[in-house]
C-alpha cells in the first residue's frame, strides 16, 4: 500500500458504499455486515436520522472552539447521562476517552496507581496502551507510564489487589478485543463493591460494549455496577469520531479550566451525529436489540455451538465470540466468509467474532448462522 504506514494488515478490496446493512465493495460485491466497522456503524450506514442531522448541522457551522458555549454538547450529554448525578468530557475516540479518565482518576484522588487486567484493551497511545494488559500490542514500546499494575481478569485472587493505595481499577465488563470474553458477573459486582469499600474509582471502559451493542445502553446496566467513570466511543456518533468520559459530577472539579482539552472535542458536526444517534437509543430501541439477541443467540446455541469445531460462545446482546479450536485459523474463515458475501472480525484467542449493526433483522440474523455453519461444516470437510 502506497504511503500508508503499514499499521493493518488489509484485505484485497475496498468498501465504497453502505446501506442499512448492507456494503458494497470496488467490485460490486455487496456484504451483509457482522462488524459494523468494528461496533461503531451499530444504527446501519446511510442511517437517515443521523445523515439529516449531520447535514442539518453541515449548512449552519461544522467547528467552533470549545470557548463558547455550546448547547449542543449539553443536549448530547443530557441524553448520554439522563438524569444522573454525571458530566461528560466529549473528545475523538475511545483512547482519548481512557486517557482522560487516567488524567481525571489521578488528578481527583491525589494518587497515582491504577489497576488494569491481562487481556484488556484500553487504546494505543501511551496512558491507555500503558493500561493494556496485552503483550503483543505493548512490545518494543516501552517505557510504559508507571504505576499501573495488572491482575488476572474474572480472577478471586483479583480482589486483594484492590487496595487504598490504588487510584482507580479499569476493565471491560466483556472483553472485547481480549475474545470476546465476559466478566462474571458476580466478579464484577465484587470488584465494584471492594473499589467502593477501598475507596479506589471504578472506571469503565464501555468504547466497545457500549451504545445499545448488549441491550443496554451500556453494558454496566446489566449488572449491579456504580462506575465513578464511564468511557464511551465507537458507537456513539455512528462513524463520526466521537468519545466521551462521563464522570461522576463530584469529580468534575478536578478537571478546572485549562486542565484538559481537544481541540476537535465535542464540535458541532460530531455532536449533530451524536446527539441523533442517541435519541435512536431509546428504551424501545434497546428493548427491541434484547429480543433480537434472544432469538441470534437461541440458534447461535442451536446450530453453531455443537459444530466439532467450535469450544464454546461467549459475549452478550449483539456482541458475540464464537470460540474455534485451533484445528482451524479463524482468519481462513473470515476470508471464506467474505467470499460468501458476508462481513466478520477476529479477537485473541482464535475468536471468530460478531458485532453486527443493532438494526440487523431477525431473518439476516438467521442467514449469518446459516452461512457461518456451513463455511464451519465444510472447513472440517476440506481440510
Ligand atoms: N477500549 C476498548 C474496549 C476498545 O475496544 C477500543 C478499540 N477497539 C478502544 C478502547 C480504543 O478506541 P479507539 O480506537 O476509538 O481509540
Known sequence: MKHIFPTYKRFPFEIVKGNGVTLTDNNGQQYLDLTSGI???N???NTTPIKNAVKAQLDKVW???????????EKAASLLVKDEDKDVYFCNSGTEANEAAL?????????SSILAFDHSFHGRSYGSLSMTGNEKIKEGFGPFVPDIKF???????ALTQITPELAAVILEVIQGEGGVVNGDPDWLEAVAAKCKEQKVLLIIDEVQTGMGRTGKLFAYQNYNLDPDIVTSAKGLANGIPVGAMIGKTELAAAFGPGSHGTTFGGNPLAMASATAVLNILNDDFLEAVQQKALFFWHYLEKEIQPLELVNGISGKGLMVGIHLKSDIEVGKVITSLHKQGILTLSSRDNTLRLLPPLIITGSELLRAVHVIKETLVNTVIGQ
Open 39 to 41: 461496533g461503531v456503524c
Open 43 to 45: 444504527l446501519g450506514y
Open 103 to 111: 488524567k481525571l482518576a489521578r488528578k481527583a484522588t491525589g494518587k
Open 151 to 157: 491482575a488476572e481478569y474474572n480472577a478471586p485472587d
Open 63 to 73: 467547528h467552533t472552539s470549545n470557548l463558547y458555549n455550546s448547547e449542543l454538547q
